[in-house]
């Protein structure tokens, strides 16, 4: 009596399993469709390989400014701020007061960044220029031919076509 129960729940238990499989749609497959069809314009300028070390970094741009940046904050010593503004859509990465200094890293296209005290990034949504600026004891190294230069400050503008 108790191996034909034991039957029946292995065969009960195999038909519950096949039996849902094949309606089920796979949603590990990739989807076709594209996130998005619209390509926006940009600029070619942040494309040579570049390393920015500044105190502060700020990094302006158009619609689709995100799409080229890539930052990185540590909850245990930065502060990180995203908000909607009335000139775009703003994030703040910030040095938290007291805690042993550590870099925030960034990268804007093929330029690596690094802010010792704050990074901002603001998306404007009109037609911009991208805008890089850099300030406090800002040091430089171009990627391809090594050359590097100290400034007080720094600003790069990548123009975009329209």
């Known amino acids: 009596m108790i191996r034909s129960s034991c ?3 292995l065969v009960l238990t195999a038909t519950a399993c096949t ?7 796979n949603t590990d497959a990739p989807s ?25 970094i700020v990094i302006e741009g158009p619609d689709g400014l ?3 940046v890539a930052t990185r904050a540590e909850n245990a010593a930065h502060t ?10 703003l994030q703040e990465i910030v040095q938290k ?5 550590l870099e925030i890293r960034a990268f ?30 800002v040091f430089v190294r171009d990627g391809a031919s090594g050359a590097e230069q100290r400034v007080p400050a720094l600003r790069v503008e990548g123009k975009i076509q329209r």
């Open 32 to 56: 076709k469709a594209p996130l998005s069809s619209v390509v926006k314009p940009w600029t070619a300028e942040f494309q040579k390989p570049h390393l920015v070390i500044a105190d502060e």
């Open 7 to 9: 039957i029946a729940v």
């Open 97 to 101: 007061p007291g805690v042993a200094p």
């Open 66 to 68: 995100i799409d080229h």
């Open 108 to 137: 804007l296209d093929r330029y690596e960044l690094i802010a010792m005290r704050k990074l901002t990034v603001l998306e404007r949504p009109g037609p911009v220029d991208v805008v890089l600026r850099a300030n406090g004891d």
């Open 80 to 89: 990180k701020q995203e908000r909607a503004t009335a000139q775009g859509f």
């Open 19 to 25: 039996s849902t499989h094949k309606n089920t749609p």
